[in-house]
């Protein structure tokens, strides 16, 4: 019999779980990439993605109660199929909002593997849940359909994910989590996590999106041009869209680091190895660009340094509320894949129901990038995403410009 194994939630883990017992109808932690394909046979499809159910014991992951704890369980035993649904083009268009159903996570395998034919397309969809997958996972996901299809071997990753959770959540007990907590405690002391949504009794709504489009062209060379990484660029732009919307020159906000920095992780493992890291960032507008931008890549240096002192701890230990977060780090979870000599890339299906705040991600959409936006509706109207979203990407392209511009040149005046 195939070995299933156990072991407990990181912080970020927990974070998730308690979010999502808020709520059991909730799916903004449902992530459904979806890659479409030129009409041809099912049959090669369906088999890649048995494949991969029966060999990689992580997609049969969900949580087990053992006594008072919460545990993940990969488990063998856990159920898992491909589901295979015949529909006509205008079916699908309309059935697409559909794939984004809760997830029972004690009771049912936490991916859902989907092939849907129609008359001019067959779509592979690969939904997950957030609390086992993070970005990097889905890329994981298309690489071993990849491999399955061209009947190559799957990557094993055995106990990976158990050991890096044991060894994240015995490092709370460390020096250097003491001395991270101390940054940040002393750091926000008088700081609040930056926010523009509106007051309401419940945050819970349909889930509503943004996606301006910029040229990544410009953004890479203009970042080669001045010394800075698209990270540090995107952060300062995110920055200053969240002050012109919140009215605030001082902003607090989360920022997503993937954090596969250990040496046995790669694009094939899947996990949960997100860090959410906190950065505080002044807009005064008297400063030049090229001195926002230092102020920007020296905080999240000093986040990256701190990043042990987990942003759950964070917002527990004050008090405080979760506000507005930005993840550059997309821009480098290409999801695509080749077959047959062709390139194919995802999109994804929003999610259906959320309490989220606004969050904004980077994706990177081959010559442009993608300024993606989700929250709740409960929380933001759909004007308001949509201008934080194009202003990011338009303070984008100007930061990469003249350096020694001050802000209050660029920075657009509030209607």
Same mark, same amino acid.
């Given at each position: 019999?195939?070995?299933?194994?156990?072991?407990?939630?990181?912080?970020?883990?927990?974070?998730?779980?308690?979010?999502?017992?808020?709520?059991?109808?909730?799916?903004?932690?449902?992530?459904?990439?979806?890659?479409?394909?030129?009409?041809?046979?099912?049959?090669?499809?369906?088999?890649?993605?048995?494949?991969?159910?029966?060999?990689?014991?992580?997609?049969?992951?969900?949580?087990?109660?053992?006594?008072?704890?919460?545990?993940?369980?990969?488990?063998?035993?856990?159920?898992?199929?491909?589901?295979?649904?015949?529909?006509?083009?205008?079916?699908?268009?309309?059935?697409?909002?559909?794939?984004?159903?809760?997830?029972?996570?004690?009771?049912?395998?936490?991916?859902?593997?989907?092939?849907?034919?129609?008359?001019?397309?067959?779509?592979?969809?690969?939904?997950?849940?957030?609390?086992?997958?993070?970005?990097?996972?889905?890329?994981?996901?298309?690489?071993?359909?990849?491999?399955?299809?061209?009947?190559? &071997?799957?990557?094993?990753? *055995?106990?990976?994910?158990?050991?890096?959770? %044991? $060894?994240?959540? !015995? #490092?709370?007990?460390?020096?250097?989590?003491?001395?991270?907590?101390?940054?940040?405690?002393?750091?926000?002391?008088?700081?609040?996590?930056?926010?523009?949504?509106?007051?309401?009794?419940?945050?819970?709504?349909?889930?509503?999106?943004?996606?301006?489009?910029?040229?990544?062209?410009?953004?890479?060379?203009?970042?080669?041009?001045?010394?800075?990484?698209?990270?540090?660029?995107?952060?300062?732009?995110?920055?200053?869209?969240?002050?012109?919307?919140?009215?605030?020159?001082?902003?607090?906000?989360?920022?997503?680091?993937?954090?596969?920095?250990?040496?046995?992780?790669?694009?094939?493992?899947?996990?949960?190895?997100?860090?959410?890291?906190?950065?505080?960032?002044?807009?005064? &507008?008297?400063?030049?660009? *090229?001195?926002?931008?230092?102020?920007?890549? %020296? $905080?999240?240096? !000093? #986040?990256?340094?701190?990043?042990?002192?987990?942003?759950?701890?964070?917002?527990?230990?004050?008090?405080?509320?979760?506000?507005?977060?930005?993840?550059?780090?997309?821009?480098?979870?290409?999801?695509?894949?080749?077959?047959?000599?062709?390139?194919?890339?995802?999109?994804?299906?929003?999610?259906?129901?959320?309490?989220?705040?606004?969050?904004?991600?980077?994706?990177?959409?081959?010559?442009?990038?993608?300024?993606?936006?989700?929250?709740?509706?409960?929380?933001?109207?759909?004007?308001?995403?949509?201008?934080?979203?194009?202003?990011?990407?338009?303070?984008?392209?100007?930061?990469?410009?003249?350096?020694?511009?001050?802000?209050?040149?660029?920075?657009?005046?509030?209607?």
């Amino acid at each position: 019999m195939k070995e299933s194994i156990t072991y407990p939630l990181n912080a970020i883990q927990w974070e998730t779980y308690e979010e999502f017992l808020h709520d059991s109808q909730l799916t903004q932690h449902n992530t459904a990439p979806c890659m479409p394909f030129e009409r041809s046979s099912a049959e090669r499809f369906l088999r890649a993605m048995q494949k991969m159910l029966d060999e990689q014991r992580y997609l049969h992951i969900h949580l087990v109660r053992q006594g008072d704890d919460i545990m993940i369980c990969e488990d063998w035993q856990m159920p898992n199929n491909v589901h295979y649904l015949r529909m006509s083009d205008e079916e699908w268009k309309a059935a697409q909002p559909t794939f984004t159903k809760p997830f029972d996570p004690f009771n049912e395998a936490c991916v859902r593997l989907f092939l849907v034919e129609t008359d001019s397309k067959v779509y592979v969809v690969m939904e997950t849940f957030h609390l086992f997958f993070d970005g990097i996972s889905q890329r994981a996901l298309w690489n071993a359909f990849e491999e399955a299809l061209q009947g190559m &071997p799957l990557y094993q990753q *055995g106990d990976i994910a158990a050991e890096i959770n %044991r $060894e994240e959540i !015995a #490092s709370y007990n460390s020096d250097a989590y003491r001395r991270a907590k101390e940054y940040y405690l002393k750091k926000f002391e008088s700081i609040r996590l930056t926010d523009y949504c509106r007051d309401t009794d419940s945050p819970l709504g349909p889930a509503i999106s943004s996606h301006p489009m910029v040229s990544a062209n410009i953004i890479d060379e203009g970042c080669q041009r001045i010394g800075q990484t698209t990270t540090t660029v995107f952060y300062a732009a995110y920055a200053l869209a969240l002050a012109y919307m919140s009215g605030e020159t001082r902003v607090a906000f989360s920022t997503m680091n993937h954090g596969r920095s250990d040496h046995r992780l790669n694009d094939h493992v899947y996990g949960y190895y997100l860090g959410c890291l906190p950065i505080v960032i002044d807009t005064n &507008p008297k400063q030049t660009i *090229g001195e926002l931008l230092y102020q920007v890549r %020296r $905080e999240v240096f !000093a #986040s990256i340094r701190y990043r042990i002192y987990p942003l759950y701890h964070l917002l527990h230990d004050l008090g405080l509320k979760n506000g507005t977060e930005m993840g550059n780090n997309s821009v480098n979870i290409l999801e695509y894949i080749h077959i047959d000599g062709k390139l194919w890339n995802t999109y994804h299906i929003d999610p259906s129901f959320t309490g989220e705040h606004s969050s904004t991600y980077i994706t990177r959409r081959e010559s442009l990038y993608e300024v993606f936006t989700d929250c709740s509706s409960a929380l933001y109207t759909q004007e308001q995403i949509d201008i934080l979203s194009e202003l990011t990407g338009q303070m984008a392209l100007l930061l990469v410009g003249d350096q020694n511009e001050t802000l209050k040149n660029i920075i657009p005046k509030k209607k």
